[in-house]
């Protein structure tokens, strides 16, 4: 069962360059403590939208919108998702967008084929994603991110990183700098400001942020230490 339980007919600032139709896929493998999406964790039946309305419904609107953006929770979860992308593509034409926390690189190896986008949340060195709930040990996690990192530096597929700058999870330069291994040469990576409103832990809610000048500050250390210049601040979490 694929559980898509929300759907944005339009949006302008999903998928670069195009206005897009989003869908939300409920479940995620993660519980990070400053998620804004945390009403996707449990999938509500009553929520289910029909597989079979899908593709109709991206045909009626497909004179509006230039693509489709599967975002979550976490998309990559279910296999079906693939079939439904295969579908978009053979009956629309659409150009399609991934949105994923990168854990699951054997969908991801599927996917790549079929999309024009992805974009990564990457959100901490692997040994720090138990504080996020991941249920895989760090040495799992190190491997899982990099053999994502590796199957879209090779692709075709145009690509951002983002990283969610929740101090207590990023909380030095050095953890940043080791960050930057996970993340392909060819993506743009935006370190994005946390935003503790909406946040799922309480613990986030009352988190501070870095400030944008911080974050400024951060990107041009990273700039120079990493001598890559694709990385950027993003003022909102996206
Ligand atoms: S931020 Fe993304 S990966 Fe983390 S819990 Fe929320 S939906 Fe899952």
């Known amino acids: 069962m694929l559980p898509i339980t929300g759907y944005l007919p339009t949006s302008l600032v999903d998928f670069p360059g ?9 479940g995620c493998n ?13 999938i509500k ?26 975002s979550g929770g976490e998309p990559s979860l279910y296999d079906d998702l693939i079939d439904l992308m295969k579908e978009i593509r ?9 949105d994923s926390n990168g ?7 599927k996917a790549l084929p079929l999309i024009s986008y992805i974009a990564i949340d990457i959100k901490t060195t692997p040994d720090k994603y138990a504080e996020l709930g991941s249920p895989y040990p760090a040495a799992e996690v190190e491997r899982l991110m990099k053999t994502t990192a590796e199957l879209i530096e090779k692709s075709e597929v145009a690509a951002e990183y983002r ?6 999870i990023v909380e030095s330069h050095e953890r940043l700098y080791h960050l930057a291994e996970f993340v392909p040469a060819k993506a743009n990576w935006f370190l994005q400001r946390f935003v503790s409103d909406h946040a799922y832990l309480p613990a986030a809610q009352a988190s501070t942020s870095y400030s944008i000048e911080q974050l400024e500050r951060m990107v041009t250390e990273l700039r120079n230490e990493t001598h890559r210049d694709k990385i950027f601040v993003r003022a909102y979490i996206h």
């Open 163 to 168: 990283t969610t700058m929740y101090p207590p």
């Open 103 to 109: 854990l699951r690189p054997e969908f991801i190896k």
């Open 30 to 42: 993660l519980r990070c403590p400053f998620c804004h999406n945390s009403s996707l964790f449990e």
């Open 45 to 70: 039946k009553e929520s289910l939208i029909s597989r079979e309305t899908i593709i109709p419904e991206i045909k009626r609107r497909s004179k509006f919108i230039d693509g489709i953006v599967f």
């Open 90 to 98: 053979n009956e629309t034409g659409l150009a399609i967008k991934l």
């Open 18 to 26: 195009k206005i897009a139709s989003i869908y939300f896929v409920a």
